[in-house]
């Protein structure tokens, strides 16, 4: 076997071993040329999104995403093909009502010249951390409402009491005299009723 054969040969089994790793990282992988046509997609991405159920390989970005994101991910793809590295955030609203939160890191990929052919985009999915921390917001909402109601209700409650005022609820009752329809004994306080 001549050592280009070889080297081909190695070249090839460290392929397979990088689309097997590629393959089956939970992490959505995509690589993308200067013209922001997609060369690379890996089956979690294409899991991840509705959007590569059909086939995107050689296609352009522009044509792929929804308009309400295309527009970012183009900013950030361009910076990144300036060489520096882009790392955002965004959420999408599928047509379905189904919200999603990911977070996006975009690598220029430079040849041995030193030129810049592409741009690796690695993307996480964070909806369910997102999600959750929604709920805790809200939680902690309500958590405040209540606690400024029970607040109020205590300062009512500690008023009534020092201002020696009678709750509107017990309005049935009669100081100092005779209660009503005989249904209690009167004291010095007022009426007391029995149950």
């Not at 070889?6 to 993308?32: Q, V």
């Not at 964070?126 to 300062?155: C, F, P, S, V, Y």
Request: proline fraction near 4%.
């Amino acid at each position: 076997m001549n050592l280009q054969s070889e080297r081909k040969k190695k070249r090839s089994e460290k392929d397979t071993e990088l689309n097997a790793i590629l393959s089956n990282i939970p992490l959505g992988i995509m690589r993308f040329d200067s013209a922001f046509n997609y060369l690379y997609i890996n089956p979690f991405m294409q899991q991840l999104s509705n959007i590569f159920k059909t086939a995107q390989l050689g296609r352009a970005l522009s044509d792929a995403l929804p308009k309400e994101i295309s527009p970012l991910i183009q900013a950030h793809l361009t910076q990144a093909f300036t060489g520096n590295k882009a790392a955002f955030q965004y959420n999408y609203t599928y047509p379905d009502g189904n919200k999603v939160y990911r977070e996006v890191i975009m690598v220029p990929e430079k040849n041995t010249e030193g030129k810049i052919e592409t741009v690796l985009c690695l993307v996480v999915d964070i909806t369910a951390g997102e999600k959750a921390e929604l709920i805790k917001m809200a939680a902690l909402q309500e958590t405040e409402k209540l606690r400024k109601a029970l607040d109020e209700h205590a300062i009512v409650a500690f008023t009534n009491t020092h201002n020696n005022m009678i709750p509107s609820k017990l309005s049935n009752v009669m100081p100092r005299g005779r209660c009503q329809n005989g249904t209690g004994t009167s004291s010095n306080n007022g009426c007391l009723l029995t149950i």
